[in-house]
């Protein structure tokens, strides 16, 4: 029998106006408006694209997303309606911030300890938590913990001065390289020295000069036949979860290439890899996803070079090539649900970075790749288009590696403006 139409009548308030469809809500939602269903808040502190990336996945699961932004324009603003903008260095904004959602979690890494460490006190669970995120954060802890726990990285020393640098340069075989403890990434913060003399002893000794108390952490200049990254979920009930280990290739210290699973890696040495993740996520405690970095070596070995605990760059091909995507994978470890299937959904996943050119109008770019390849998926992060800045990303899957790889490279050089046809 088919239902009877019902009619309902509602009543204006300060918030709405009344209509035939009821109450049409005339001010935004705030932080104390209950979600239909009981459904959590996740407050993100970090309004990138990574933040934005994870909204797709919140409105699958009905959970609400807060961001707190840098900025109004900025990539996941745009997207996220509850997108207060503030300063995450201050306790008191984050403070506020945290009152009003379940969970703190982050799309990037640069919140200061003791903030993080207040909001604990406070009850405020935060996802990973300040001690796991310390070792993101700091470079010399990192490398400190996991040579206490007897992962494998590369030889490395703290230097506060010259003579410790020069000491350390003279133990090595070949060139080493400088990094900056905290605040680096994409390339930034790190000196590579094939030698340590003329203008790189100058440049050295300069960041020396502006270190902090703690110096600067020093490693060998790994001769490695590639990169890998491991990527892992874990929740705080200890269930983790791994996609397959993927090859990621650097340009100028910027992720350029992604492929899914790393093509030739041995069954053995992805067992490997994968293996030190999960060690590396259980042992720092981590919860939410954890990129680990490596290299691979021409005689077999598997060295830690980074570490992220957040959505990762090497980790973008599981949106269009994964059960589960790294973000709603994220989302679930935070939140403590049981965690998603992570097998892959092609024999093959490719994914290009769009970095930013000298050619702005990026949409009539786009416009031409939908029409000359619909297979190509391409995500775009609703950035200002600046030479070397990511902007988005394509992904290919496939059957065939060298056909994936065709398209997405053609893809991401056109929308850059690298070629015309």
């Not at 209950?34 to 919140?58: K, N, S």
């Not at 900025?71 to 506020?96: K, Y």
């Not at 705080?236 to 992720?255: H, Y």
Request: hydrophobic share 40%.
């Amino acid at each position: 029998m088919a239902s009877t139409p019902r009619t309902e009548t509602s009543t204006p308030d300060e918030n709405g106006a009344a209509g035939p469809f009821g109450t049409v809500r005339l001010t935004p939602l705030t932080a104390a408006d209950p979600i239909p269903g009981g459904f959590p808040t996740v407050g993100v502190i970090g309004g990138g694209q990574l933040a934005r990336m994870m909204q797709p996945p919140a409105i699958e699961m009905g959970v609400r997303l807060r961001v707190l932004a840098e900025a109004e324009t900025g990539s996941a603003a745009l997207a996220i309606h509850e997108a207060p903008v503030g300063d995450h260095r201050d306790l008191a904004t984050v403070s506020e911030f945290a009152a009003g959602v379940d969970v703190i979690t982050f799309e990037h890494e640069h919140v200061p300890g003791p903030i993080l460490e207040k909001l604990v006190a406070d009850g405020v669970p935060v996802r990973p938590g300040p001690a796991a995120l310390g070792f993101a954060q700091d470079k010399l802890a990192m490398r400190a913990k996991l040579t206490e726990l007897g992962l494998p990285c590369p030889r490395w020393a703290q230097v506060r001065t010259y003579d410790e640098l020069s000491a350390f340069a003279g133990s090595l075989p070949g060139g080493l390289v400088l990094k900056t403890p905290r605040g680096g990434y994409d390339g930034k913060g790190v000196l590579l020295i094939d030698e340590l003399s003329g203008s790189k002893a100058l440049t050295a000794r300069e960041w020396l000069e502006k270190a902090g108390p703690d110096g600067l952490l020093a490693e060998e200049k790994v001769a490695f036949t590639r990169e890998l990254a491991a990527l892992i979920a874990r929740s705080p009930s200890g269930q983790a979860a791994a996609w397959p280990v993927v090859e990621s290739t650097q340009k100028d210290g910027i992720c350029h290439e992604v492929i899914a699973p790393a093509p030739g890696l041995s069954a053995d040495q992805a067992a490997l890899a994968t293996s030190v993740g999960l060690r590396v996520a259980g042992e720092l405690g981590v919860v939410g996803v954890l990129a680990v970095e490596m290299f691979e070596t021409a005689d077999g070995r598997i060295l830690v070079n980074e570490l992220a605990m957040r959505p990762h760059n090497s980790g973008h091909w599981t949106i269009d090539g994964a059960v589960t995507s790294q973000f709603e994978q994220h989302l679930r470890a935070v939140l403590d649900l049981p965690l998603g299937d992570v097998r892959a959904r092609s024999p093959w996943t490719v994914m290009v970075n769009v970095l930013g050119g000298e050619y702005e109008n990026l949409y009539r770019s786009y416009l031409h790749v939908m029409a000359r390849d619909p297979g190509v998926k391409v995500h775009m992060y609703a950035k200002d288009v600046r030479p070397g800045r990511k902007v988005g990303h394509v992904t290919v899957c496939g059957d065939d590696l060298d056909d994936c790889l065709e398209r997405a490279r053609h893809a991401a050089a056109f929308i850059r403006g690298d070629i015309d046809e």
